[in-house]
């Protein structure tokens, strides 16, 4: 099962891609997490990347496209993937096709998460993780046992920085600018699936899945 999550942030991409991919026995592969993990490396490239995610741009193309070829070719990845957060633009699609051409696989289907802008906000200002284990909760929806402590590990819990509303706002005006136009691009390859992701977690899921095994 190769499956690509479209979406605005905040519409619950991660949260989901996570519970599906452990539904299909298959890796959840997230750019943002890996490009927050190489934005913490002390170095130049390390620093020019933590810079452009902060003000909510999009990393490079080159970069993504070579992070993103190098992990759909690991082994763990031969039988599926979850792909979450990637392709972003029009020039990281077809880095995709050409990705997928050369380990001789194809896409599945492609996700498009339907969510309203109200609740993208109140789904970004409550979010909350933790710096260690990177669990992810939110203040009301997902709340941690103990207030703002992780409950896997007892870390203090962060807001990301990108997350803060100027942020957001420029997240949310990048997507519409590069990454809408995909849902035309996949939905004219016939790939394209709507999911409502509005309500709860387990309600989402339960779309997901009926639309991934449909
Ligand atoms: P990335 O980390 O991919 O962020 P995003 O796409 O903006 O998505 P988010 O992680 O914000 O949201 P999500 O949809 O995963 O929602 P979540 O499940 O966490 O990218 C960050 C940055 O990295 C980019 O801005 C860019 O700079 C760079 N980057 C990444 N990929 C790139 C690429 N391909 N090319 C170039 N640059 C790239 O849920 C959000 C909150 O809502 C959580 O608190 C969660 O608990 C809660 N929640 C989830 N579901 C529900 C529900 N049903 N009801 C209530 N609350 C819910």
């Known amino acids: 099962m190769r499956i690509v999550f479209l979406g605005p942030p905040g519409a619950g991409k991660g949260t989901q891609a996570a519970r599906l991919a452990e539904h299909f026995g298959v890796p959840h592969i997230a750019t943002g997490d890996m490009l927050r993990e190489a934005a913490g490396a002390d170095t130049p490239l390390g620093r020019r990347v933590a810079e452009i995610m902060a003000r909510g741009e999009l990393v490079p193309d080159d970069l993504t496209n070579q992070l993103a070829r190098g992990r759909i070719a690991q082994r763990d990845a031969e039988k ?8 972003r633009s ?6 995709l096709d050409r990705a997928l051409e050369e380990i001789g696989a194809a896409l599945d ?16 200002s409550g979010r909350r993780v933790c710096p260690v284990c990177k669990t992810v909760y939110h203040l009301v929806a997902h709340p941690p ?3 703002e402590r992780c409950d896997r ?10 997350d803060r509303e100027a942020t957001v706002r420029r997240r ?4 519409a600018a590069r990454t809408r136009p995909l849902v035309d691009l996949y939905r004219g390859r016939g790939l394209l699936k709507e999911v409502d992701a509005m309500g709860s977690k387990e309600e989402v899921l339960g779309r997901l899945l009926t639309a991934v095994e449909a």
């Open 145 to 147: 046992r103990v207030a």
């Open 90 to 95: 029009a020039e990281q699609a077809r880095a």
């Open 153 to 162: 590990d007892g870390t203090g819990l962060i807001q990301r920085d990108d």
């Open 109 to 124: 289907v492609v996700i498009n998460f339907e969510v309203t802008e109200d609740e993208i906000v109140a789904r970004l």
């Open 80 to 87: 599926g993937f979850v792909l979450d957060g990637y392709p």
């Open 172 to 175: 949310l005006e990048v997507y």
